[in-house]
């Protein structure tokens, strides 16, 4: 592939490993259908030997001052800038998606989730509680050994936002990659190391459910942080639960995007763009249900069509083109299951609808309109470049409706009345939210879900509250009052 790549198929202790007794993992590249790379599973040997290794190494790296560790990061943050597009390359490699996305979103904000953390390591301070004479304080303190386990869609990033508040909180991680995109991870694994994370604090190991099964089920894990779908989360959760785990779960999402009809056109048809064809749909906070209010739909429509007649689909590595395959085949054929079952529920194809005549796994950018609510592709996670259009007439009737699913990760409104931007999100059963824009996630702003889309949060200040566990220390500065 090219002289930087990942040299085994996992990463512990400080160094790769390679164990052929696990099942080999083909990697695709879905441009082309060629196999790339081969992993193999991980044995019970390996994952024993991935947590065995974080256990060992936890307690000294939490015991180094914050300011130390969060100089690791840093430095970290800093070389994969300097690698950017050597990662950005082997993220391309790893999931299709355009260089010209790659370049500016992956490592990138990986790099500002590591350097974002690595500013707050110096700072995990407790609270003091006075008591009239006597006080109380606050220690947050270390989980242990985490399990970060990763969907395929965004695989450097996924890793870096579980790494770097586990870390900087003084954890460490052992983390599986999803099978489908198994290489981006080790890469962050190697430059943490370079830049100083003490070998054993951040491991990735390879391998299917089984091997994230195994690792949820280790007694000696504390946490575990996964990004997946809602089925997935339901059952790693209840495993977690088993021995009251702590968990991050970072699910699936049917997000509504209202656009009233005094929104400006060409900012709501470009917030539907990037809330539906980056990434060829596949990002688990976008915008699937496009609620569209009445007086403006046709003219948002034909503008809609008319700017994804010009995305360029094509060869991911050139950087001209801006929409590559979808992730594997096995994605593609649910995609376009979900367009076929779209035109016999009655939906309207606007454009788009086919696969792309070539060796890779495309789909053309895709437009639903007349969806109505009952409709599949209303109800269900598509993963794909395919929008659906619903029409709605007022705020009221709009708000009810884009709350009617047992989603809530995301949701958008799209309006230049401000006050009725923020009366209507205020009322979006939704844990991450925009106003005027679509799928920006700041290190510094907390991302996660409501109801069936997830628990906790990650990024932001807000992520260290589930890296750490508070420990309460009263303090008597008198005598002890014993009534006996
Ligand atoms: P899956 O839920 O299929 O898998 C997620 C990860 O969990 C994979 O690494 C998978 O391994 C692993 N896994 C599967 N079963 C188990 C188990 N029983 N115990 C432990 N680990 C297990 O999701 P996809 O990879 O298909 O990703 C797409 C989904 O992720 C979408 O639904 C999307 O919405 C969601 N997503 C959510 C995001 C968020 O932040 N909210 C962001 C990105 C995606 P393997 O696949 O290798 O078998």
Redesign the pocket.
């Known amino acids: 592939m090219y002289d930087t790549q990942p040299t085994a198929s996992h990463f512990i202790d400080g160094a790769y490993v390679e164990d052929t007794a696990g099942a080999v993992i083909d990697v695709i590249y879905p441009a082309t259908g060629a196999v790339i790379a081969q992993v193999h599973a991980a044995t019970p040997a390996i994952v024993e030997q991935a947590v065995a290794s974080a256990q060992a190494a936890q307690c000294a790296w939490a015991a180094m001052p914050g300011l130390e560790r969060g100089q690791v990061l840093r430095r970290a943050a800093e070389m994969i800038r300097v690698r950017n597009r050597d990662l950005s390359v082997l993220e391309t490699w790893d999931t299709g998606k355009p260089l010209q996305e790659t370049l500016v979103a992956d490592a990138a904000s990986g790099a500002d989730a590591l350097d974002y953390f690595g500013g707050l390591a110096g700072d995990l301070t407790g609270a003091h509680i006075p008591l009239g004479a006597d006080f109380a304080y606050t220690i947050r303190e270390a989980l242990g050994v985490c399990v970060g ?6 695989p450097t990033q ?1 890793a870096c936002w579980k790494a770097a508040p586990a870390l900087a909180c003084g954890n460490a991680m052992v983390f ?5 995109t198994p290489l981006c991870a080790l890469k962050i694994a190697e430059i943490l190391v370079e830049a100083g994370l003490p070998k054993g604090c951040f491991n990735v190991v390879q ?3 089984d091997v ?2 195994a ?2 089920s280790d007694p000696r894990v504390a946490k575990v942080s ?8 339901r ?2 959760n209840a ?1 977690a639960a088993a021995d009251l785990k702590h968990v991050t779960m ?4 049917k997000s509504p995007l209202i656009i009233f009809d005094d929104a400006d056109l060409e900012d709501a048809v470009g917030g539907a763009m990037m809330g539906n064809m980056y990434s060829a749909g596949q ?3 976008n915008g699937t249900r496009v609620f569209v209010q009445r007086g403006i739909r046709d003219a948002f429509l034909a503008r809609f069509a008319e700017r994804a007649a010009q995305i360029r689909l094509g060869d991911p590595m050139d950087e001209a083109v801006q929409m590559g395959p979808l992730v594997s085949a096995a994605q593609m054929e649910k995609v376009l299951g979900y367009i076929e079952t779209a035109r016999a529920e009655g939906a309207r194809l606007i454009c788009g609808g086919a696969r792309v005549d070539t060796p890779g796994v495309f789909v053309e950018p895709t437009v639903f309109a007349d969806v109505t609510d009952g409709m599949t592709i209303a109800q269900e ?1 598509v ?1 794909g470049p395919v929008m659906a259009v619903l029409d709605f007439d007022d705020e009221d009737e709009v708000i009810a409706r884009a709350n009617a699913t047992d989603f809530g ?1 995301a949701a958008g409104v799209f309006t230049r009345d401000l006050t009725r931007a923020h009366r209507v999100i205020r009322q979006l059963e939704a844990g991450t939210c925009w106003i005027n824009t679509y799928n920006l996630t700041p290190a510094g702003m907390p ?3 409501f109801k069936a ?2 628990l906790g949060r ?1 990024n932001a200040a807000a992520a260290i509250e589930h890296y750490t566990k508070t420990k309460s220390v009263y303090v008597a500065m008198g005598p002890v009052d014993a009534p006996y």
């Open positions: 386990i990763g969907a395929w869609n965004y996924i599986k990659p999803s099978e489908t391998g299917l459910g994230g099964g690792l949820v996964l990004t997946g779908s809602v089925p997935t989360g059952r790693v495993a970072e699910l699936g999402g990002v688990c906070s996670e993963f990760l991302f996660g879900g889309s997830g990650e």
